[in-house]
């Protein structure tokens, strides 16, 4: 007997009517090309016909065993990097700016929105409900739901904006600007190249 396990990327979708279905998958389906679409709904010939046309992989109804990971804080050094992470976790305003390391093992949660002027280590999480502003490499984990995102390209990164992975390779070396625009993510250069001569 042979046997494989594969680790699958899955998206799942609630079915509500064909067309808004049909338009966010015409204007985002790169995106879904290594993925498992589960489908939530009545399974329609029509939806059917659309997602083997763009060669898409997709189930109807299956329900899936959902585990959640569980982020250990490591103390990698004293209990001062742990005072700022909860007063992030309890923001007073809206914009929270940090320039400390997010280090593996250690996950940020913030409602308002976020300047982090270092680093996200491989391991490291940054969940958050507004606009996000990275300015150094992200090697982690970073859940976006806000306006727009600002990040540059990490092979390393697992980058999800409004519950979709946003697959490195639309991303480019500097600085880019993700943002949701009519149920389209839109990737945008941040930083355009002048010509001073």
């Not at 998958?25 to 059917?48: A, E, M, P, T």
Request: hydrophobic share 40%.
């Amino acid at each position: 007997m042979k046997t494989k396990q594969y680790s699958v990327k899955i998206f799942e979708i609630e079915l509500e009517d064909d067309d808004s279905f049909i338009s966010f998958f015409d204007k985002n389906y790169l995106f879904f090309q290594n993925n498992l679409i589960v489908i939530k709904g009545q399974q329609r010939d029509s939806i059917k016909k659309y997602l083997d046309e763009k060669n898409l992989k997709y189930i109807f109804n299956l329900e899936i065993p959902v585990q959640k990971k569980q982020m250990k804080s490591l103390e990698l050094e004293p209990k001062k990097e742990q005072e700022v992470v909860k007063k992030v976790e309890k923001p007073k305003t809206n914009l929270k700016v940090i320039d400390k390391l997010v280090r593996s093992g250690q996950e940020i949660k913030i409602d308002g929105d976020l300047l982090l002027l270092n680093r996200v280590n491989s391991g490291g999480s940054i969940i958050i409900n507004g606009t996000l502003i990275v300015t150094q490499i992200v090697d982690g984990s970073i859940r976006c739901n806000g306006d727009f995102m600002m990040l540059q390209a990490s092979s390393k990164a697992n980058i999800v904006f409004h519950d979709v992975e946003v697959d490195n390779k639309f991303l480019q070396d500097k600085l880019n600007r993700v943002e949701l625009i009519d149920d389209e993510i839109v990737i945008t250069p941040a930083l355009k190249e002048k010509n001073w001569v």
